[in-house]
């Protein structure tokens, strides 16, 4: 049995491979019905794209979009790691973590 990477410790070639493994493991876990283990794969993946993104282009006090989540808005307050931890706009200011490839800057369009 190979002993798994961490995703820090993988390089860029090898972190799409997970990512693109770990996406159609996740449709055929969609197309058989296990929605837990779509859900869980899907977050695995989420998580695997934020190692091929650079922290430094997120700016703390910056507002963000959240990819697959249209409308919804997330005002970064500081960076630990591969997360964002700040809030959404316009709801209860509940302090939330999310992975840096969930952010999409708006100047990128819609």
Not at 47 to 65: I, T
Request: charged share 30%; hydrophobic share 40%; net charge neutral.
């Amino acid at each position: 049995m190979a002993i798994e990477k961490k995703y820090s410790q993988m390089i860029e070639s090898e972190l799409r491979q997970e990512i693109a493994d770990l996406l159609e493991k996740a449709r055929k876990a969609s197309q058989l019905g296990y929605v837990n283990e779509y859900a869980v794969l899907e977050r695995k993946a989420i998580m695997a794209q934020a190692y091929l993104v650079d922290p430094s282009q997120f700016v703390p006090g910056e507002v963000y979009r959240i990819e697959g989540d249209p409308g919804v808005f997330f005002q970064v307050d500081y960076l630990k790691g591969r997360f964002a931890w700040g809030y959404r706009m316009g709801g209860d200011k509940f302090a939330e973590a999310l992975p840096i490839s969930m952010l999409k800057s708006l100047k990128e369009g819609k």
